[in-house]
């Protein structure tokens, strides 16, 4: 029997396992509750929203692949802030990030911490981001926002790890095809622990 190791409590039955990609899951993942929401966050808020109401998980996990210039590829790290990076509203008058008339933060705090992984922000987006310069994340990806902001909606535990893909510089596509199949061996070290 497996368990995640920081939510003994929660049986898997009552885990939602949430990727973008079956690439991201590998076979490691096969035997576990899982939704494959597709690129974006459209498609991230209307898998993500059905398998809620179909199955109440008690923790929804978001697993996938990510660029960041800060880590080195191949390194797992836990995401906790999050950033809407691509909603940019300010010829209105709000700051860049921030989603007009809407009662969410510039940066939503949401999701548990992972003991011995980086802790980071999130910048997610629907856009492959290959030049984030001074942003307020160090994590990019399409998806990870929507799911963290449906768990806060849905009062659901959240946990958020990110497969570091590429570098989310000018060879981050062809990093990514190559690195995005290694996620889910990765995973599997970080979360779970065999239990008699």
Known sequence: MMLIQQFPDISLDDTLFVFALEAEAGSVFAEVNTVFTGIGKVNAAIA???????????????LGSAGSL????????CCT??????????PLGFARYQTPL?????????????????????GSGDSF?????????DVV?????????????????????????????????????VQVHLAAKAFERVLFTAVD
């Open 48 to 62: 993500l929203t059905k398998a809620i109401a179909r199955r109440r998980p008690k923790l929804i996990v978001n």
């Open 70 to 77: 800060r880590h080195g590829k191949g390194e797992v790290v």
């Open 81 to 90: 802030r999050f950033v809407q990076r691509d909603m940019d509203v300010t």
């Open 102 to 122: 809407a009662d969410i933060p510039l940066v939503l705090e949401q999701g548990a911490v992972i003991p011995g992984l980086p802790v980071e922000t999130c």
């Open 129 to 137: 981001e290959i030049n984030h310069g001074d942003a307020p994340y």
């Open 141 to 177: 990806d399409m998806e990870a926002y929507v799911f963290a902001l449906i768990a806060r909606e849905e009062g659901i535990p959240f946990v958020c790890l990110k497969y570091i893909s590429d570098d989310a510089g000018s060879d981050a596509a062809q990093d990514w095809a």
